[in-house]
């Protein structure tokens, strides 16, 4: 499960950096980038690091 946290995590970091360019998303730029924290965080958490 951790494994597929991370994942999702680098697929979205991914699709926000390709966002960044396409200035006619900006929302959802900001919506990836906070998924993708959020599922690092939530790996680390599981993992039992923090």
Known sequence: MRSILYIIAVIL???WLIGAF????SG?????LVLAIISFLVGLIRKGKI
């Open 28 to 32: 959802l730029i900001h919506i990836l």
């Open 13 to 15: 970091v991914i699709g």
């Open 22 to 25: 396409a200035y006619s998303a």
